[in-house]
């Protein structure tokens, strides 16, 4: 270690950390000098935690991998801001924080944005989750594909584990209307775009 520069050992981390944070085990368990690398803001920030965007109960505040992902969090890696949004949702109902960790994720994330507009509305914020919608919506190619981040996201909440807290219930108001097409259409993927919005909100609001 002493002969290779510090900061070709950090970048040689942070190379090792795309591949999966499990991969890092073997570096925290070789001593002092690599755990520091491990745990550094640049190494955080990038590392590939796919596994708790799909394993979402990972995150969750009882789990052996809480710490890690938390130190994540506070590194302000998007796939932890994106999956702890979703859980604060999930676990406490309508929140500013959940919010606001969802909108940090966006750029990176399209199950960000799509749960932040599906929040949104659920949290009785209409006008405001339709607009995140319509971003999420210019993002995709396909009605097939919108279906497909839609049904992901439900499973991610499904699978945090998590009681329903009922909290949604007392503001999910879905604009100023019914949905027409959604009464008289049972293909998900011939769904105007607000009618597709609702379908998918009372499915998130009967999981929370």
Not at 38 to 53: K, Q
């Amino acid at each position: 270690m002493d002969i290779i520069p510090h900061p070709l050992l950090l970048d040689i981390v942070r190379r090792v950390a795309h591949h999966g944070f499990r991969e890092l085990g073997s570096l925290i368990a070789s001593g002092p000098d690599f755990m520091a690398m491990v745990f550094d803001r640049s190494v955080l920030a990038e590392a590939d935690i796919d596994e708790f965007v799909f394993v979402t109960f990972h995150a969750n505040v009882d789990s052996i991998y809480r710490s890690f992902f938390l130190r994540c969090l506070e590194c302000g890696n998007p796939d932890a801001q994106f999956v702890e949004g979703l859980r604060l949702a999930v676990a406490e109902g309508p929140s500013q924080l959940s919010v606001d960790l969802l909108r940090a994720a966006c750029p990176t994330s399209i199950y960000a944005r799509f749960s932040l507009g599906l929040i949104l509305v659920c949290s009785g914020r209409y006008d405001e989750g339709m607009q995140a919608m319509e971003a999420f919506f210019s993002c995709i190619p396909s009605k097939e594909a919108a279906v497909s981040i839609a049904e992901m996201v439900l499973h991610q909440t499904a699978t945090f584990r998590l009681p329903r807290s009922g909290l949604f219930d007392h503001t999910f108001v879905f604009g100023y209307e019914l949905p027409h097409c959604y009464l008289n259409n049972n293909n998900v993927e011939d769904l105007c775009r607000r009618c597709f919005v609702y379908y998918f909100a009372i499915r998130f609001q009967e999981l929370c």
